[in-house]
């Protein structure tokens, strides 16, 4: 069989989106999450791309996800924005909140919106750029479902909790981190599982809480916190902030909710923007400027800077467009053809 041709960001979003379109999807929801999808499979970051269709489309099926849920937002002109999401995915109240959210920081230093109610998949980096784009500092989180188990412990507590931060950089991509506060993320676990291939020692335990390199005992039993009792306090504030102060469900609320982990989990969501101006204001030093000296500095010690593989996959997709395996274009054509009934 001859090679398939690659695509573009944009024609693989309008393929993803009459998917979920398709699936029952609202507009905003159809082209928000498949946004998101298009955009982690051009920098090939694919355990958050097509691999994620799938799963959503589960949710969707379970009745777990209000596909015609309208995002809802509430501004008292204060800086605590927030979004009622009504049970649809996170991406399609995020988009609609995130020129006024930078607006606010700009002209108060300072703001944060709440998402609430919503069903999150996808990687947050999409939401820290964006709001960088708009020229904010931006720091974003989120519970997932459990299946962490705390440093010390042995079964399944916390979440992933993945945290994202962007800074904007004039006339240059931003600086981006997301990572998620587990060793790895679960969608790296389900990959290695699809793959047939065994994870690195210190990723997970299984469901007598020994350590295990098998993917299908990791699924089972709990992946494990990076950096031991570091990672598993920033995954515990991620609870405190992203879930219990928001009034939202923590991560073994939504595994219970959505009864196990198969399917996408929902939750809550907190993002922050910042103003690096008006912190700045009435200091010396442009504070753009001062970062770029630290970032400098920083790759003139051989370093790399966190997202610049993600940045060079992202440039050679749009020279030469997104290359999809074959695996990958049978499971978009059986998607796009047979719907909620593929999965």
Not at 188 to 210: F, K, N, Y
């Amino acid at each position: 069989m001859a090679e398939r041709s690659p695509v573009t960001v944009e024609t693989l979003t309008a393929m993803i989106e009459e998917i979920f379109r398709n699936a029952g999807l609202s507009e905003r929801q159809a082209a928000a999450t498949a946004r998101v999808i298009a955009l982690a499979e051009q920098d090939d970051c694919t355990s958050h791309g097509v691999y994620r269709l799938a799963g959503c489309l589960r949710t969707i099926k379970a009745g777990m996800v209000k596909s015609q849920a309208e995002p809802v937002l509430t501004d008292d002109g204060s800086a605590v924005l927030r979004i009622e999401a009504g049970g649809g995915f996170s991406c399609g109240g995020f988009d609609l909140a995130a020129p006024v959210l930078a607006e606010r920081a700009k002209t108060l230093g300072v703001a944060a919106l709440v998402i609430n109610d919503c069903v999150h998949f996808s990687a947050l980096w999409p939401e820290v750029e964006t709001l960088t784009s708009l020229g904010v500092a931006a720091l974003a989180m989120c519970p997932s479902y459990a299946s962490v188990a705390p440093a010390g412990g042995n079964e399944a507590l916390l979440g992933t909790n993945p945290i994202a931060f962007g800074w904007p950089r004039v006339n240059r991509l931003p600086y981006v981190f997301d990572f998620a506060t587990s060793v790895a993320a679960r969608g790296e676990i389900e990959l290695h599982r699809r793959a047939g291939t065994s994870l690195p020692e210190g990723w997970a335990v299984d469901r007598e809480g020994r350590p295990t390199t098998d993917p299908v005992s990791a699924l089972e039993g709990a992946m494990l916190p990076f950096g031991a009792h570091k990672g598993s306090a920033i995954s515990t504030m991620v609870e405190l902030l992203a879930g219990v102060m928001i009034g939202d469900l923590t991560s073994p609320e939504a595994r219970d909710l959505v009864g196990g982990t198969t399917l996408a989990p929902r939750h809550g969501e907190l993002v922050l923007a910042f103003s690096p101006e008006r912190f700045a204001a009435g200091r010396p030093g442009d504070p753009f400027a001062r970062a770029e000296g630290l970032f400098e500095a920083i790759v003139g010690q051989g370093a790399r800077l966190p997202s610049q593989r993600r940045f060079a996959a992202r440039a050679k997709a749009q020279a030469e467009g997104i290359h999809l395996t074959e695996a990958e274009w049978t499971e978009l054509e059986q998607l796009r053809t047979l719907g909620l009934d593929a999965v």
